[in-house]
């Protein structure tokens, strides 16, 4: 109801206000290109999943936001769909990475109700929430034509946030994903933690440690992810494993309901080679697919074979 009410509200706003020119405010400095990380993979946008994506009515709510922006705006919000900015996402200030497109709070209120039609289309409840917690430090951008059928990206990423959304058909990606200061899937890390047995809690532990920081998080696309180390997941007990299912469910939830749970089903369907480690205060679930980290309150969530919707 709460989201039917936004959609309905945040429509009305956005009705007849598109710009023509430059009469929208003038965007940030674009981000300099040396900011973006080494060499990785090539976006070939092919990666797929299970489907469910509500493709069309997120390319509707993109084309509109798009229509209320002037010359200047467009040309720094909307990016070629081959563009490595779709690679520059950090959970540091846009002072220190700078991000592609334009700033939330360098657009007028009608753009400000666009955007927000737009993530309450792409997302669930809960996942427009966690959105709209980060959105006032985080800068919008798009690559590609929105479409029903042709890929396109919406990128959105600030301080504590990077949502980068993949769409291509019914297929969605929402990977690289990354929060800080997200207590909910802080507190789900720590619930498989508490579920785990003493001798489950042993299997688990990473050997060596890891680094004081993500392993793959900005900037480390081109270093290929670790061999899998721990306990697989189908091997715990039924406390555990309902706790690493609540703590995948807390990203793949965050999509449109059909999209996340068809997504959720999928990495259930690979218990039995997925792993869970941890050391310390990092926690790791390690798929075919899925990987998720959290250290602290960071949390990570990325698809091996569907980061940025590509094989």
Wanted: aromatic letters at 4%; charged letters at 15%; a negative charge.
């Amino acid at each position: 109801m709460r989201r039917s009410l936004i959609l309905t509200l945040l429509a009305a706003l956005t009705a007849g206000c598109s710009s023509t020119g430059d009469t929208t405010p003038t965007p940030a400095t674009p981000v300099t290109r040396s900011s973006a990380p080494a060499p990785a993979p090539t976006l070939d946008n092919a990666g797929t999943g299970p489907g469910g994506a509500n493709t069309t009515a997120v390319a509707a709510a993109v084309t509109a936001l798009l229509a209320t922006l002037g010359v200047t705006q467009r040309a720094a919000i909307v990016h070629d769909l081959h563009d490595e900015g779709r690679r520059v996402w950090s959970d540091h200030p846009a002072a220190e990475v700078p991000r592609p497109g334009v700033a939330f709070t360098d657009l007028s209120g009608a753009q400000r109700a666009s955007v927000m039609v737009v993530l309450a289309e792409a997302l669930s409840d809960s996942g427009y929430e966690k959105t709209l917690t980060a959105l006032t430090g985080a800068s919008i951008a798009v690559y590609g034509t929105p479409s029903p059928h042709d890929p396109f990206v919406v990128q959105v990423g600030g301080a504590h946030l990077a949502r980068n959304l993949t769409y291509h058909g019914d297929q969605v990606s929402m990977t690289p994903s990354l929060t800080g200061n997200d207590r909910g899937a802080a507190g789900k890390a720590q619930a498989v933690l508490a579920a785990l047995t003493d001798q489950e809690k042993t299997a688990a532990q990473l050997a060596a440690g890891v680094p004081d920081d993500l392993v793959m998080g900005p900037g480390q696309d081109s270093t290929g992810f670790p061999q899998p180390e721990g306990l697989l997941v189908a091997e715990l007990g039924d406390t555990a494993r309902t706790a690493v299912t609540a703590l995948i469910s807390s990203w793949t939830g965050d999509l449109d309901e059909t999209a996340g749970r068809r997504l959720l089903a999928a990495y259930q369907a690979e218990y039995d080679r997925t792993r869970l480690s941890w050391t310390d205060t990092y926690l790791r679930v390690d798929g075919p697919h899925v990987w998720i980290e959290t250290l602290n309150d960071l949390t990570l969530f990325r698809d091996k074979t569907n980061d940025y919707g590509s094989s």
